[in-house]
């Protein structure tokens, strides 16, 4: 099974911008379609962003314009670049590879926590 690690994450006031990380154990290119999620402290579970092997990409409305998910298959390796951050915005950050429903089909890692305060 494919381990994720996530980091970046950090404390930024509104309007600032962070890039999380994902590195995974095994090969991206061979899993497909990878992504972001978010979880706010009450609320699920959201996939926020995805890209496929080929990198196309689809961002959630919320985040659309603001978030650019990007891959690097030769490192194993996916990113969220995150500008205009939002209060809104706080949440903790995983990557997963999303199935065509949204739902995750790797183990969760521990994600990276995003606080947008002033």
């Known amino acids: 099974q494919v381990q994720l690690v996530e980091s970046g994450g950090g404390l930024v006031h509104p309007g600032g911008s962070l890039r999380l990380s994902c590195a995974a154990s095994?090969?991206?290119?061979?899993?497909?379609?990878m992504g972001w999620y978010r979880q706010a402290p009450g609320k699920q579970r959201d996939l926020v962003a995805r890209?496929?092997?080929?990198?196309?990409?689809n961002h959630e409305d919320s985040v659309k314009g603001r978030f650019t998910i990007s891959r690097d298959n030769a490192k194993n390796t996916i990113y969220l670049q995150m500008n205009n951050l939002k209060p809104e915005d706080t949440a903790v950050y995983y990557c997963?590879?999303?199935?065509?429903?949204?739902?995750?089909?790797?183990?969760w890692g521990q994600g990276t926590q995003v606080t947008v305060s002033s």
């Open positions: 997963n590879a999303p199935d065509l429903y949204g739902s995750p089909r790797l183990s």
């Open positions: 095994g090969s991206i290119f061979s899993i497909g379609t």
């Open positions: 890209i496929s092997s080929g990198g196309r990409t």
